[in-house]
């Protein structure tokens, strides 16, 4: 039974530790998959989603057609959606390759200079308003992400939105 109880508290409470609702976004530079820079405290006055994934996540890979189409819907509204990913560092082409059918941009986190702790399971989407502060975390083992769960985490903070 205690066994049990360690297993559930390393798998879906300790993912929660990486970055809690309430926090600042953390400083996150880098350059995108396209060679574009970027800086995630550039983005203070719109609402972001930051999804972590990997390549190797079903679940991640699952998720991410429903966030590029939620963030296509909202971007007129300043919605911005990046994803980081999280594969090592010589898996750039099959990061490339996955993201190739998706219009968001994204980096690695291999290669990014951030403050972000590392998430101990993906995927892990962060919803952070436009003053940088993280209102909302989507995961499995809480509330996942859903067309639902996006809509109701963003729109309330799209309509607070300069």
Known sequence: MRRAALFILLCFALPALALDTGEAAPALKGTTLDGKAFDLSALKGHVVVLNLWATWCGPCREEMPLLDAFAKQHAAEGLVLVGLDEDAKGDADKVKAAMAPFSYPALMAATADSDLRAPRALPVTYVIDAQGIVRA???????????ASLEQAVAPLLAKAP
Do not use: H, I, R, Y
């Open 137 to 147: 975390k989507l995961w499995a083992g809480g509330t996942p992400v859903t067309e």
